[in-house]
């Protein structure tokens, strides 16, 4: 099956997948994008956990406090449907509390799929230094800001 990403986007919600479970695509801007499955209803925006009950490339919003985000899907995705998560570059429209601060290191909350950012401390470092540094660009907006994945 071919998938043309310049044409198909990333913005789609599939029955089956397009390309292979966990395959990275790489946009013309550079952002680079995974094929995952949802292990559950995923809204527009979500930091994303790996959801192993599931299975291997099966993800659900982030829930507690604390867990590692490995990307963000910025579509909607029902239960055991097929999309895309941004795992490196910058997109607007995540998830995040009210009060974030442009360049700060970004974290879940106990709030599905919604990072804040954080003070790293011995609690959390080993939760941030095992997942992509996800830095906020932008201050929050309607619940959303722009952030930068690497």
């Given at each position: ?85 941004l795992v490196w570059g910058t997109q607007a429209g995540a998830k995040c ?54």
């Open positions: 099956m071919s998938y043309d990403v310049t044409a198909e986007g990333v913005a789609v919600q599939y029955d089956a997948a397009p390309i292979p479970l966990g395959a990275v695509i790489t946009l013309p801007n550079g952002n680079r994008y995974q094929c995952i499955k949802a292990g559950a209803a995923i809204a527009a925006g979500d930091a994303m956990l790996q959801d192993f009950t599931e299975g291997v490339f099966n993800f659900a919003p982030t829930a507690a406090a604390d867990t590692v985000a490995l990307g963000i899907c910025f579509t909607a995705l029902a239960d055991n449907k097929v999309g895309f998560m509390a009210a009060t974030i601060v442009v360049g700060k290191p970004l974290m879940p909350t106990g709030t599905a799929g919604t990072l804040d950012d954080i003070t790293i401390d011995a609690e959390n470092a080993g939760q941030l230094a095992a997942g992509p540094g996800i830095v906020a660009v932008t201050t929050t907006s309607g619940g959303l800001a722009t952030v930068r994945l690497s």
